[in-house]
Every structure is written in C-alpha cells, then in structure tokens.
C-alpha cells in the first residue's frame, strides 16, 4: 500500500502561482509513475503531468505546459506541482497519483494509489 497526502492548494488571484505538494510512504519502493490530476466541478478526472519516479522524465498536458512543471525529490518520496500563470480554468481538486505499472498514462484508471485532493482556486 501507498499513501499519499497533498498539501499546498488554496485561493490566487489570476496570473498568480502555487505549488502543491505530496508526501507519499508505504511502499514507494514499488511505484514506477507518479502524477497530478485535477477535477473541475461537473467534469472528467484529467491528466495534468507525469513522472518517471526513478529516471526524472516527465510528461505535462498541453493545457499546462510551459506554466506548470512536475517535480520530484525521491529521497524524501515527495512529489511536486510548481503551478505559475495560474488562470480560473485552472479551478479544480488537484490529486496525487501513483501506479505500479510501466506506462506513465494519462488515464486515471492507470493508477492505484490516491490522495484525498487539495482545492485549487484562481479568481479572475
């Protein structure tokens, strides 16, 4: 089992920037792929960014590319979001993911572990 706790969202005004964070523990030895999510309100689960948790690579989202940046410090088993530009499309829970397979997916399917969430809030 792994557990994974996120920290960090809140409220920004536009154009504004957070960082999110998530702490994992348990079994971290047997996670290959970690990964942002984010729901809106009345909408899908979606991809944000990825990483290889061994090699570094890492995969974003058209929607956020150049503004966001996925991040990892494997000896403290924590996984980062640097979000900048925010803007209020960005509004959604943001969730930690973690998967034990080989493929850094987009599908939220793909994952086996979760976090609780954290709110994301960006006023226009």
């Known amino acids: 089992q792994v557990q994974l706790v996120e920290s960090g969202g809140g409220l920004v005004q536009a154009g504004g920037s957070l960082r999110l964070s998530c702490a994992a523990s348990g079994r971290t030895d047997s996670t290959n792929v970690m990964a942002w999510f984010r729901q809106a309100p009345g909408k899908e689960r979606e991809f944000v960014a990825g990483?290889?948790?061994?090699?570094?690579?890492?995969n974003h989202a058209d929607s956020v590319k150049g503004r966001f940046t996925i991040s990892s410090d494997n000896a403290k088993n924590a996984l980062y979001l640097q979000m900048n530009n925010l803007k209020p499309e960005d509004t959604a829970v943001y969730y930690c993911a973690a998967s034990y397979g080989f493929i850094l997916a987009r599908d939220a399917a793909m994952y086996n572990y979760w976090g609780q969430g954290t709110q994301v809030t960006v006023s226009s």
């Open positions: 990483i290889w948790w061994r090699s570094g690579n890492t």
